[in-house]
């Protein structure tokens, strides 16, 4: 039996140039370019699911969303929920031409 191609709604062969990632690993979520409530939700299933803390990340312009975030969580979903940590650290990235750069992160620990 050959395996199938999916092909996209327009008709060209879907190629995955990379696995697609979770949008967390354990009880570690990664802030992104997604709207917050994606990640507030996310946040509440994790905690529905039984984790007693998790960990939501974030580096550069995205810490103010991890903020909202956060806000958002306490005030309007899980008022039972507290930040147990607060860490702000500076990463060095590396440029696509080959400079390091320092980018600021963020990491708050919510526990219930």
Do not use: C, H, W
Not at 8 to 34: L, T
Not at 60 to 80: C, E, H, P, W
Request: no cysteine.
């Amino acid at each position: 039996m050959e395996p199938t191609k999916t092909t996209a709604p327009s008709g060209d062969a879907k190629q995955s140039a990379k696995p697609a990632r979770a949008p967390f690993e354990g009880n570690v979520i990664f802030v992104g370019k997604k709207e917050p409530m994606n990640y507030v939700l996310a946040l509440v299933g994790r905690f529905n699911a039984g984790a007693a803390s998790v960990e939501l990340k974030a580096r550069g312009r995205t810490i103010s969303k991890a903020v909202d975030i956060t806000q958002i969580l306490k005030n309007r979903f899980l008022s039972d929920v507290r930040i147990a940590d607060v860490k702000l650290s500076t990463e060095e990235v590396e440029n696509e031409d080959g400079t390091k750069s320092r980018v600021s992160s963020m990491s708050v620990t919510l526990s219930r």
